[in-house]
């Protein structure tokens, strides 16, 4: 089966500029997770789908950050203006449900706000 | 609320030596735990979990962990190191069915010496 799919790979902004990020979660996958992950830490939860609707944003700085998931599939996070502490690779993640079944992870794109 | 903490943010070990990444968890209910493996400039790839059952689990490319209740540990092995091993290690935790939302820790960095 094909992977969790993530575009751009590399994006380099300036601080105040806006950047979008798109998955494309593994065919099927009603849940689909953004994490991010900050040079020499473990990856963070920002937001949690099932299917379209969020089940969790507890972690998503909602000043700069939006996320949606239009019709259930793909995916795209926004930040809006961008800090220098964004610089980080930003993690999608899916999973059949939200049961226990195991998280597949795109490859991710690393983001550098100079 | 849930925590990791993997002790040795880097690990390193001979080629055919044991490895031994340490992972010790807090969790108010009985936790489900997870050892994933990041390969340079990848996703994470999910190489064992402990759910419920037998507390040693046996996972991908020869690697095991025993989930130890009285100690909150839940401690990677591999008997016999490979130089493909090099990467970076999680270990993660989740508050079991139905809450799928992952707490990582920080990352153990193996580097396999020939």
């Known amino acids: 089966e094909a992977g969790v799919a993530q575009s751009p790979r590399y994006k380099i902004i300036e601080k105040r500029q806006s950047v979008a990020f798109w998955c494309n979660p593994i065919?099927?996958?009603?849940?689909l997770y953004w994490y991010q992950q900050i040079l020499g830490q473990g990856p963070k939860l920002l937001i949690q789908?099932?299917?379209?609707?969020?089940?969790?944003d507890s972690q998503l700085p909602k000043d700069r950050f939006s996320a949606e998931r239009l019709k259930g599939v793909d995916s795209t996070l926004k930040i809006q203006p961008a800090k220098l502490e964004d610089s980080a690779v930003y993690l999608c993640?899916?999973?059949?449900?939200?049961?226990?079944?195991?998280?597949?992870f795109g490859n991710g794109t690393r983001l550098t706000v100079t | 609320a849930q925590s990791v903490t993997q002790l040795g943010s880097h690990v390193s070990v001979s080629e055919g030596a044991l490895v031994l990444l340490r992972c010790n968890y807090s969790s108010s209910v009985p936790p489900y735990l997870f050892w994933y493996v990041q390969y340079p400039n990848q996703g994470l790839q999910l190489l064992l979990k402990?759910?419920?059952?037998?507390?040693l689990v046996k996972g991908i490319n020869g690697f095991e962990a025993e989930f130890k209740k009285s100690e909150t540990s839940f401690h990677l092995t591999k008997p016999s190191a490979h130089m493909s091993d090099a990467a970076e290690y999680f270990c993660?935790?989740?508050?079991?069915?139905?809450?799928?939302?992952?707490?990582f820790g920080q990352g153990t960095r193996l580097t396999i010496n020939p």
């Open positions: 993660a935790v989740s508050e079991g069915l139905g809450a799928q939302k992952l707490v």
């Open positions: 065919s099927g996958h009603a849940t």
């Open positions: 402990y759910t419920t059952g037998a507390t």
């Open positions: 993640a899916s999973s059949l449900r939200d049961n226990g079944t195991p998280l597949h």
């Open positions: 789908f099932q299917n379209n609707g969020v089940v969790d």
